[in-house]
């Protein structure tokens, strides 16, 4: 008998949810709403979400509207609708990211194929901006790179700067947000990166272990903090979900970081996320890391959960949780474990009957972590700040 996926009994459950939901909301209850702060249109998810059939119908029927916007996008350059190109490039770009994100094969023709979509898109949409928006890569260790992207701020000298860290089932086109960047808007240097295990990394077969994803902040910092654009006294990290665990291991081995904020929290024991969950996120992971045996991973993630916390008491960034109380992957009890740990200024906005990916609040959080970074930055936190704040429904 051939060895089974981590988790492959479930896949009939699995399967079924998705066949009797509109739409992710069973799997990510509170997704749409965070889908559509990042760019995707209402269309483009109807045209995937009402022909899913199961879980492996998903990277056709993305990578298939990707392919009917990408077209669009040419049709409008062709006319010389230059805005209109730009939207349908994006729009196509995040579809082909979706797409090839859940095929978690190192090598799959179609996950190349895809992901070789998404850089073609996004490189579109760059040079239709006037490449305003750059693009680069930090190598880390030999042969081993980070890619970013970095988009400076207008106007003369230094500028505050964010370093968004996405999380594990993002790319750093997800959260890019050319036409509803929270912290551009507001006057900061804004960049976002594929680390290890992530997007164009894994692509390139660079896997995450358990102290490469700081490294690679760091080299991503040194090439920032040499940019005249920047003032390397005013860096944030910002995280969403996994990357609200890296984020602290960036800040707790790199002293300049001096406001750092979490999203969707993924900050306490990771059994509910790998062995309670819907099983793609195990699967994933076990990609991202390259671990293909599951005894092998478990072992990674048992190590990976017993140096968490002594490393987290290190950070003495500035620092700001925001979660749901009602957060299927990180329990209200594993967040103020989390928090006591922290020796640092710190808040916690914990926003009652809201889920991991936190849609219902969207709209209205990401603008308030955009200012509490603003402010961070320009002003500090006094020494011993601890504030705990719960947002009622």
Same mark, same amino acid.
């Given at each position: 008998?051939?060895?089974?996926?981590?988790?492959?009994? @479930?896949?009939?459950?699995?399967?079924?949810?998705?066949?009797?939901?509109? /739409?992710?909301?069973? #799997?990510?209850?509170?997704?749409?709403?965070?889908?559509?702060?990042?760019?995707?249109?209402?269309?483009?998810?109807?045209?995937?979400?009402?022909?899913?059939?199961?879980?492996?119908?998903?990277?056709?029927?993305?990578?298939? @509207?990707? !392919?009917?916007?990408?077209?669009?996008?040419?049709?409008?350059?062709?006319?010389?609708?230059?805005?209109?190109?730009?939207?349908?490039?994006?729009?196509?770009?995040?579809?082909?990211?979706?797409? @090839?994100?859940?095929?978690?094969?190192?090598?799959?023709?179609?996950?190349?194929?895809?992901?070789?979509?998404?850089?073609?898109?996004?490189?579109?949409?760059?040079?239709?901006? *006037?490449?305003?928006?750059?693009?680069?890569?930090?190598?880390?260790?030999?042969?081993?790179?980070?890619?970013?992207?970095?988009?400076?701020?207008?106007?003369?000298?230094?500028?505050?700067?964010?370093?968004? =860290?996405? *999380?594990?089932?993002? $790319?750093?086109?997800?959260? #890019?947000?050319?036409?509803?960047?929270?912290?551009?808007?507001? *006057?900061?240097?804004?960049? =976002?990166?594929?680390?290890?295990?992530?997007?164009?990394?894994?692509? /390139?077969?660079?896997?995450?272990?358990?102290?490469?994803?700081?490294? !690679?902040?760091?080299?991503?910092?040194?090439?920032?903090?040499?940019?005249?654009?920047? &003032?390397?006294?005013?860096?944030? #990290?910002?995280?969403?979900?996994?990357?609200?665990?890296?984020?602290?291991? =960036?800040? !707790?081995? &790199?002293?300049?970081?001096?406001?750092?904020?979490? @999203?969707?929290? /993924?900050? *306490?024991?990771? %059994?509910? $996320?790998?062995?309670?969950?819907?099983?793609?996120?195990?699967?994933?992971?076990?990609?991202?890391? /390259?671990?293909? +045996?599951? +005894?092998?991973?478990?072992?990674?993630?048992?190590?990976?959960?017993? =140096?968490?916390?002594?490393?987290?008491?290190?950070?003495?960034?500035?620092? #700001?949780?925001?979660?749901?109380?009602?957060?299927?992957?990180?329990?209200?009890?594993? $967040?103020?474990?989390? $928090?006591?740990?922290?020796?640092?200024?710190?808040?916690?906005?914990?926003?009652?009957?809201?889920?991991?990916?936190?849609?219902?609040?969207?709209?209205?959080?990401?603008? !308030?972590?955009? %200012?509490?970074?603003?402010?961070?930055?320009?002003?500090?936190?006094?020494?011993?700040?601890?504030?705990?704040?719960?947002?009622?429904?």
């Amino acid at each position: 008998m051939r060895r089974q996926a981590s988790r492959s009994s @479930q896949n009939w459950i699995f399967d079924n949810f998705l066949k009797l939901s509109d /739409n992710e909301d069973v #799997l990510h209850p509170g997704i749409m709403g965070v889908r559509y702060e990042r760019g995707f249109k209402h269309m483009d998810l109807e045209a995937v979400y009402s022909r899913v059939t199961g879980r492996r119908s998903f990277p056709r029927l993305w990578a298939r @509207q990707a !392919a009917v916007q990408e077209e669009k996008a040419r049709a409008a350059e062709g006319a010389g609708h230059i805005q209109t190109a730009k939207l349908h490039y994006n729009r196509a770009g995040l579809c082909f990211g979706r797409a @090839q994100h859940l095929i978690p094969v190192d090598g799959h023709p179609k996950k190349m194929e895809y992901h070789a979509g998404v850089l073609r898109c996004f490189d579109k949409m760059r040079e239709l901006m *006037g490449g305003k928006i750059e693009k680069h890569q930090a190598e880390f260790d030999p042969g081993k790179n980070a890619y970013f992207y970095f988009w400076p701020a207008e106007g003369e000298g230094p500028k505050p700067t964010v370093l968004l =860290i996405p *999380g594990m089932d993002m $790319i750093k086109e997800d959260g #890019l947000l050319p036409w509803n960047n929270w912290f551009h808007m507001r *006057g900061m240097n804004f960049a =976002i990166m594929d680390g290890p295990g992530q997007g164009e990394s894994n692509i /390139n077969q660079v896997w995450v272990d358990h102290e490469n994803y700081a490294r !690679a902040g760091s080299k991503v910092l040194d090439l920032l903090c040499a940019r005249p654009e920047v &003032d390397e006294s005013k860096i944030g #990290l910002f995280g969403m979900s996994m990357g609200s665990r890296w984020t602290v291991e =960036i800040a !707790a081995n &790199d002293p300049r970081p001096q406001a750092v904020c979490g @999203q969707m929290a /993924n900050v *306490g024991p990771s %059994d509910i $996320i790998f062995n309670q969950a819907q099983p793609n996120f195990k699967r994933i992971y076990m990609y991202m890391s /390259n671990i293909l +045996d599951e +005894d092998e991973f478990d072992a990674f993630v048992e190590k990976r959960d017993s =140096i968490w916390l002594p490393l987290a008491a290190k950070m003495k960034a500035n620092y #700001l949780l925001v979660a749901g109380d009602m957060d299927e992957l990180c329990s209200p009890e594993d $967040i103020e474990v989390f $928090i006591n740990t922290l020796t640092c200024p710190k808040e916690l906005w914990l926003y009652e009957g809201v889920f991991h990916p936190m849609g219902e609040v969207a709209a209205d959080m990401y603008p !308030a972590i955009a %200012d509490w970074m603003l402010d961070t930055l320009n002003n500090g936190l006094p020494a011993g700040h601890d504030k705990r704040v719960v947002v009622p429904e």
